[in-house]
């Protein structure tokens, strides 16, 4: 059993930055990070390999947000910049332990954090 703790989120306004943190309690590999706004489909944002050299972006964010990770404090980063009106959501953390990153990006995963909220406003 895996937990992820999310922490970060807040109240912004259009052009700010925030940093989002997930602290994993267990042995992950293939960390992601999604999204769901109001009334929309959780959707994929970024996703990180275990070694922290392979990422991939959501073509909405690509740019403006880094998906990172340190493997000794066992916790993954989502550093936003530029923020956007658009991108409020709650952010939820994920994990999966084997598999691939594409896999992943499409939903395979085993654990999901609780959640935390962005807000942008304009």
């Known amino acids: 059993q895996v937990q992820l703790v999310e922490s970060g989120g807040g109240l912004v306004q259009t052009g700010d930055s925030l940093r989002l943190s997930c602290a994993a309690s267990?042995?992950?590999?293939?960390m992601a990070w999604f999204r769901q706004a109001p009334g929309k489909e959780r959707e994929f944002v970024a996703t990180?390999?275990?070694?922290?050299?392979?990422?991939t972006y959501a073509d909405s964010v690509k740019g403006r947000f880094t998906i990172s990770r340190d493997n000794a404090k066992n916790t993954v980063y989502l550093q936003m910049n530029s923020l956007k009106p658009e991108d409020t959501a709650v952010y939820y953390c994920?994990?999966?332990?084997?598999?691939?990153?594409?896999?992943?990006?499409?939903?395979?995963?085993?654990?999901w954090g609780q959640g935390t909220q962005v807000t942008v406003s304009s």
């Open positions: 994920a994990s999966k332990y084997g598999g691939t990153m594409r896999s992943l990006q499409h939903g395979d995963v085993d654990y």
């Open positions: 990180i390999s275990s070694n922290g050299l392979t990422t």
């Open positions: 267990g042995r992950t590999t293939g």
